[in-house]
């Protein structure tokens, strides 16, 4: 059974740096064709993906938060991360960590979730 956990702080202040890492059990994240991704829903909308890193190291990003967002990884701990920076209280979200596996047509879902983190900017 695969297990994502959150972990950071609860609070940043406008114009930090939101730093969130996600410890994986059960899994490896360097298993072939999975994806690893950061998803946060702010309060009242919906889902909004932020990035993934791919097993192999590869990164890609949301376009509208792409120039805030850094992940990484380190695989000696089965961990990766989330950086934003220069946040707002626009920012303020649950932040998810997410499991993808993608097939070679290109489909894909999500097939395990961290619980949630929940992160309020503000002064």
């Known amino acids: 059974q695969v297990q994502l956990q959150e972990s950071g702080p609860g609070l940043v202040k406008p114009s930090q740096t939101l730093s969130l890492t996600c410890t994986v059990s059960g899994g490896s994240i360097t298993s072939i064709y999975y994806y690893w991704n950061w998803i946060r829903q702010p309060p009242g909308k919906g889902l909004e993906w932020m990035g993934a890193i791919a097993y192999e190291g590869s990164r890609n990003y949301s376009p509208s938060l792409k120039s805030r967002t850094s992940i990484s990884r380190d695989t000696s701990k089965n961990q990766f991360s989330l950086q934003l920076s220069s946040v707002t209280p626009e920012d303020t979200a649950v932040y998810y960590c997410?499991?993808?596996?993608?097939?070679?047509?290109?489909?894909?879902?999500?097939?395990?979730w961290g619980q949630g983190t929940q992160v309020t900017v503000s002064s």
């Open positions: 997410a499991r993808r596996l993608t097939y070679s047509s290109g489909s894909y879902y999500y097939d395990y």
